[in-house]
């Protein structure tokens, strides 16, 4: 049985109460899943293959995403974070090699509670940490704030090449989805990610997320004062 790692996220949670777990299969990634972001996926390995058939035949099209502290998606042993995402299954096409091209979207946060058996996926039990509602009540002018950064970001990363025109994507009224929006749109790391992904209120998640898209922001100005 793989033990999973004590790192950043689930440490940041230790002393939170969480509702009753309930088991759910679970992709660990190299890469974070936020609520309302699309992941795509290519899934050959015989484990994921059973996966997506159990999926297939149940009335279950959920499973759940966590970070990889250390190792490789592939082949197990990896260790893995305590903080993840759960994902509900958008599409999903076998190939004709028996692999599986899947679109998921997250949905909410999770906080993994014990870990099981990978027999023959992984899987563990899991609580949903959702924000609270006294939490929701933020300052209007800091989601502003962290909005407007974003675009100003985003439209530099535009400038060295990226993809996309964030003018035409409407952002979600409710302050939660709104600060993972913008942590999805902004051209941040993983562990970036993570970190906003494991932060416990959303007040302080906001202020961290002003405070990495301000560091993006220099970033990116001094790259192309560079000509990069």
Same mark, same amino acid.
């Given at each position: ?14 002393? &939170? ?15 974070? &899943? ?20 159990? &999926? ?173």
């Amino acid at each position: 049985m793989i033990v999973p790692g004590t790192g950043e996220d689930s440490s940041s949670s230790g002393d &939170l109460e969480f509702p009753e777990s309930r088991e759910l299969a679970l992709f660990p990634l190299g890469s974070v &899943l936020l609520p309302g972001m699309a992941l795509q996926l290519h899934l050959f390995e015989p484990r994921y293959r059973v996966l997506m058939h159990d &999926l297939q035949h149940s009335e279950s099209a959920e499973f759940g995403v966590v970070l990889i502290d250390r190792g490789s998606e592939v082949g197990g042993g990896e260790t893995r974070g305590g903080v993840g995402c759960r994902a509900v299954i958008s599409q999903a096409v076998e190939q004709l090699d028996g692999s599986w091209a899947v679109v998921a979207i997250g949905t909410e946060r999770l906080h993994v509670t014990r870990w099981l058996e990978d027999d023959p996926y992984p899987r563990a039990l899991v609580a949903v940490w959702a924000d609270s509602d006294a939490d929701q009540r933020q300052d209007p002018s800091r989601l502003s704030l962290a909005e407007r950064i974003a675009r100003r970001v985003f439209a530099l990363a535009v400038e060295m090449g990226a993809q996309g025109d964030l003018s035409s994507i409407e952002l979600s009224s409710d302050p939660s989805s709104r600060v993972y929006q913008l942590a999805t749109l902004a051209p941040l790391g993983a562990l970036d990610r993570r970190r906003l992904l494991a932060t416990p209120d959303l007040t302080t998640r906001l202020e961290l997320l002003v405070e990495m898209l301000e560091e993006q922001e220099l970033l990116l100005q001094g790259r192309l004062s560079l000509g990069e």
